[in-house]
Each structure stands twice: as structure tokens, then as C-alpha cells.
């Protein structure tokens, strides 16, 4: 079926389970649906934006209210909307980093916080992995050692992962800002994988800025995202213009600088607010989701060759996977090769794997029922039985 023309209609959360652990988080709610069929128009949220003309006084549709509501909800002081988590993370480094600076990420650090560090002139530094691949604050603080010993300072800016992309591990925020602290250097603390998924308060992290991103974890169209600070940096990152016009005089009010004024206009923004009711409460849930996380993980790992890659027991819902002694042994003699694997998950009426994955691949259940857990379960089982594998069921 045809949306128009040659643009096809996308019936994936319709049609499939989708384990992609990218999308999982962002299902729209109806309600969101329903947000972005009536502000589609590009300015839409605008038909009431008064003095002082910026985004977050907009009171109807309810724009402001959002702002601090959201701020509450995840005990910061300040918050504003942003295009995406990556334009947070360039908010905030645009504001701290200077030329030179050094700055520290992690091992796990997603390549727009590197860029966002680049953009600024600062020169990036990271905190290696521990054996079990998570990030610590002994070796947060080793790494602030390292750069005021090699830079004569501490770093600008510290940039941190709650739950990273690579293995959906959780890792000690507290400890790590803690740590930061002690050196007065501020933490940026990613949550693109968690604000929206699981619970999250900003204060008790220690952290001095929280992103979230509101297309991977927020049940909100793309791109948006959320940017939060406590009251010592938010005049800082939130600074407003000075410009002024030589020739005309003009100046141009209240914009607020690193976020090139306002930000999410129409669609992004009305169906992050829609969707913010359910996304408070489905939070409060996150107990079963990792239950549901854990059934699917155990029945991969029946198969006999599978290993988890993430800590076991899974305490997140993104999880990494090695099949190479199982699935991936089947590819080397199937006729399909590695596109066998999702085809047959396709075929059972389950998407969301890079076709051709068979070796080291990664899937996240969240927001899956237990009917659809129970039957994504048994059906890896099943695909590894029917193509001569040996599962070890209960």
C-alpha cells in the first residue's frame, strides 16, 4: 500500500513485533497520533505564541506548562526542547568547551558527543571500559588525573552514559559525578536510553546537565529531545541574545543563543506533550520490562553456542548478543547465508534485526506485551531447532 506516489505506506508496529534497538522506545502513543494529525502544519504551534516570542511561554497549546513539568518529572531545574539528544549535547559543549579544552567522554560515547566536541574545538579524551564493559568511577577519576597531568587543568566537561548504546548496561552515574565533582568538573549524563524508559532522577545522578531523547525513548516523532540543567549552569547553556544591528538597531529579544531560538515547532514537539502523560507513567513499569528482557534473553541463550555479551542478569532492555556458534554456523552452509536468520524471524512475524546479522547483533523489548514476549521467545528457539540447532528448553 501507497501512502502517495511512490512512497510506501510503513506498517512495521502494525504488521510485526520489532525488537530494532533503535525504535523500541519511540512507538508513538495514539495519543501522539492523534497530536501530530492536527499540528502537521509547520508553525502550527504558533497560532498563540505572544511576547516575549519564544517557545517555551507558549501557553496553548501547552508549551510552558510542558517545560515545567517535564523539568519536575526528572528533578532538574531548567529544561528546554531540542531537536534530538545530539543537539543537547552540541548546546551544551558549544557553551563549555573552548578551543583546546580537553574533554572527557567514554569508551561508549555515541559519535555525536564526540562531534559535539569537535564542533567546539575541544580535544576528546576517554575513560576506558572495565572488564565487564561498564564505566567506573575510579576509572572516571584516573582519567581526570591523566588530563590535568598531561593539560595542567581539569577537563571542561565530562560526558557520561546512563545506559550506553553498545551493551544496555547501566552504569554508576553517581559514583562517576561524584568522582567529577571532586575535580569541579561538570557531567553531561546521556540518557537518550533511559529519560522515557525507565525511572530517572536527575539530582540524586549528580548530573549538571541530562539529555533524553525524545524519538528513541520518549514515544515522540523525530527528531526531538529534551536538554535539562541545574540552576548553577542553566543561565549559561540557556544564555539569551546581545546582537544588535549596526545599521537597522535591531535585537531580537529573549532567543536564547545555543539553541538558535526555538527549537520544535509542530509535529516533534506536540507529540512529545501527547505522549508525555503515558511516558510518565510507563516509567513506573520498568520492573517487568526487564523481567520481559531477562525471558528473552534466557531463551537465546538455550541455544546451545549463544553468548551474552551484556551483563547477565539483564538489567536494561537493549541487549547485545553473540550467535556466532549457533546462528551463525547455520549461515556458513545455509543457501540464504546470514539473511536466513531474519527471514525466518520475518516470517514468524518478527522484524527489527539488519538483515544478514548473524554473528554479533542486538535487540531491545521494550514495551512488548507478555503475550509478545512469550512468543518472541519460543520463536528464536524454534527457528534454532528447525535449522538443526540444540536448544536446552525448561
Not at 504551534?45 to 513539568?69: G, Q, S, T, W
Not at 569537535?118 to 572495565?130: D, K, R
Not at 513506573?284 to 534473553?297: A, D, G, L, M, P
Amino acid at each position: 500500500m501507497k501512502c502517495t506516489g511512490s512512497i510506501e505506506a510503513r506498517d512495521v508496529e502494525e504488521m510485526y513485533i520489532n525488537i530494532d534497538p533503535i525504535q523500541a522506545g519511540g512507538r508513538l502513543t495514539p495519543e501522539a497520533h492523534k497530536a501530530v494529525i492536527a499540528y502537521a502544519d509547520g508553525y502550527s504551534v504558533c497560532d498563540n505564541c505572544l511576547k516575549p516570542f519564544r517557545l517555551d511561554y507558549i501557553k496553548k497549546p501547552p508549551l510552558a506548562e510542558f517545560h515545567e513539568d517535564c523539568a519536575k518529572w526528572l528533578n532538574m531545574d531548567q529544561l528546554r526542547v531540542v531537536p534530538g539528544a545530539r543537539r543537547g549535547f552540541q548546546a551544551v559543549a558549544s557553551s563549555m568547551v573552548s578551543k583546546g579544552d580537553p574533554v572527557v567522554l567514554t569508551s561508549l560515547s555515541h559519535y555525536t558527543e564526540f562531534v559535539s566536541v569537535e564542533q567546539s574545538g575541544g580535544i576528546p579524551v576517554e575513560i576506558p571500559l572495565s572488564d565487564d564493559k561498564h564505566i567506573t568511577a575510579d576509572a572516571a577519576a584516573q582519567k581526570i588525573e591523566e588530563v590535568i597531568s598531561k593539560f595542567g587543568r581539569p577537563p571542561a566537561l565530562m560526558f557520561v552514559e546512563h545506559v550506553d548504546y553498545q551493551y544496555g548496561h547501566i552504569h554508576d552515574i553517581k559514583g562517576i559525578t561524584k568522582a567529577a565533582h571532586q575535580y569541579d568538573v561538570p557531567v553531561l549524563v546521556n540518557g537518550a536510553y533511559t529519560v522515557g524508559i525507565m525511572p530517572v532522577d536527575g539530582k540524586d545522578l549528580g548530573a549538571d546537565f541530562l539529555v533524553g531523547s525524545g524519538h528513541k525513548s520518549m514515544a515522540a516523532p523525530a527528531p526531538s529531545g529534551v536538554l535539562a540543567a541545574n540552576e548553577e549552569y542553566a543561565e549559561k547553556i540557556f544564555r539569551t541574545t546581545q546582537a544588535k544591528g549596526d545599521v537597522t538597531g535591531r535585537t531580537f529579544g529573549i532567543k536564547e543563543v545555543e539553541l538558535m531560538g526555538c527549537t520544535l515547532m509542530g509535529v516533534t514537539v506536540m507529540g512529545l506533550i501527547a505522549s508525555f502523560p503515558a511516558v510518565q507513567k510507563r516509567v513506573e513499569n520498568w520492573n517487568e520490562e526487564v523481567k520481559h528482557s531477562r525471558i528473552v534473553t534466557d531463551a537465546l541463550l538455550s541455544i546451545e553456542g549463544t553468548v551474552c555479551l551484556s551483563k547477565c542478569p539483564r538489567e536494561h532492555t537493549l541487549t547485545r548478543i553473540n550467535t556466532i556458534d549457533s546462528f551463525d554456523k547455520v549461515a556458513q552452509t545455509h543457501k540464504k547465508r546470514g539473511f536466513f536468520l531474519s527471514g525466518d524471524l520475518k516470517k514468524k512475524g518478527i522484524t527489527g534485526m539488519i538483515a544478514g546479522s548473524t554473528r554479533v547483533w542486538k535487540y531491545n523489548t521494550f514495551g512488548l506485551t507478555d503475550n509478545q514476549i512469550e512468543y518472541l521467545a519460543k520463536a528464536f528457539q524454534d527457528v534454532a531447532e528447525e535449522n538443526g540447532l540444540v536448544v536446552n528448553r525448561e
